[in-house]
């Protein structure tokens, strides 16, 4: 096997994954330095060849979920140059966005925003290297620096080696088992691919399919949307296994739980009362859909019965019993969950609208798993380690069992970048002064 290229350089941090997650940090460590007086060398390396958020499901409809107001940095420093509204300053459409009188600006243009800010951080951002693992560098029994090994799309692997590392890695596609034999076929995919894949499909030159869009969420929602408005020659059925499309709760009181005061409330708490809230304000982000989406959903259904054309459906109370692919297409078995009786659809594609499992920092992490409690942070977002694991480990995206439901979302991201940015001086200034220790030790 090919050894990997490794550089001599030990950089302060590396963050895994460039999302909006670690672009916060980017910007709130730029802060930081101002008022530290030195910057840290941080290094960002995402997979994707540019800066994209979740680029393949940004149909043209899709609309952002949380206000505007809760961009990069607002909630922390309204002055700061990379809010969305000096981003739409800078693009000269601030007076055109106020007359669209919104908070809920399109993805497509968030996605914009997004890459706009990043486009600030391009020295410290490296694009095209998949992060594979997270190694400890064990010296004299102590891990003071990590080692951060990557592939790049031409499979050339590379070693780098940091102080301390923030995994900001994402969600990960939920596949149900059912699927699992259909992963290499291009008819059967998750909607985080929904663009890419849907464009190798025969609707996409307007000849007749029948597709299968698995889920009740927001994902599955602007499936049906989208093949609704953009596909013509599609009919399309929405499978879920929940009495009903539901909506997300974003009424103002319950809101209160994705500000950053909530992310104490529920840290402060007992694991069993965390686990509690969170279930509680479930149907605030999982399996619920806009109130908007539904309804326009609803109209079109009931527009089908006015015109006796029926295209699309959408199938409650139905569990996927069995998927398999036949001369006709793919045939799903589905049981209705009320009366237990069975029957069989067959489909020319399947959506998988299925969400997302938060497992990849267990996967980059494991070579350091027996050096951390279990991956459980603490209130900085630190993984606890045993002592001699001095290289500090940070978590984006992976604290919603201790930190709460904004903890995958947009929701506090500029407090959550300081927070982690201060953690992170204290740290390397601690191991700093502990050196400067040792060496004056050493000398006297
Ligand atoms: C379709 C969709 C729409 C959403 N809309 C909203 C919304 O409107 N409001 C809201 O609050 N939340 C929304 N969310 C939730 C979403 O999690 C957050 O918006 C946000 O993307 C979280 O940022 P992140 O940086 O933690 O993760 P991500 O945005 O997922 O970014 C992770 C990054 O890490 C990279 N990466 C992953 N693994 C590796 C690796 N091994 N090596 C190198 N790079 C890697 C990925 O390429 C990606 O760029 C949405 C989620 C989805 C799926
Ligand atoms: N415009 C936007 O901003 C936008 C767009 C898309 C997504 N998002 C965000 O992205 C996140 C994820 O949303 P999402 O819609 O992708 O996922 P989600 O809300 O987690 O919904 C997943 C759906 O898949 C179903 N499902 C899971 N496993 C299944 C199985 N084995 N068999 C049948 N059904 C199964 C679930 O059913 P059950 O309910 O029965 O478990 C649920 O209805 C949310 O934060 C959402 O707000 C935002």
Redesign the pocket.
Known sequence: MNQPSTSETIHDLIG???????LALAIALEELAQTNGHALDALF????SDYR??GN?LATQSE???SFLKDLVSLRNPTSPYSFVNYLHQKKRLADFINLGTFYPC?LEYNDYLRWAAEHFATQAVYG???LRVEPELLDGRIDHLRVI?RSAQGHERLRRARSVVV????TPKIPPVFAPFKDDPRVFHH?QYLNSLEQLPCTQGKPMRIAIIGSGQ?AAEALIDLNDSYPSVKADMILRGSALKPADDSPFVNEVFTPDYTDLVFNQPQAERAKLISEYHNTNYSVVDIDLIERIYGMLYRQKVAHQYRHAVLCRRNIEAAVSTDKGIELTLRDLATGIQQTHVYDAVILATG?ERR?HRE?LAPLQQHLKDFEVDRDYRVLASPELNAAVYL??FCEASHGLSD????VLPVRAAEIGQSLYQSLGQRASNARASATLASA
Do not use: A
């Not at 900001?168 to 969600?171: A, D, F, T």
């Open positions: 895994v994954g460039f999302g909006p997650s670690n390396i995402d997979k994707q958020w979740h499901t952002l979920q949380i993805r290297e998949e992060i990557s900001g890695s994402g969600g985080s994902s997302y990849s980059l984006q995206g995958t979302l947009l929701s």
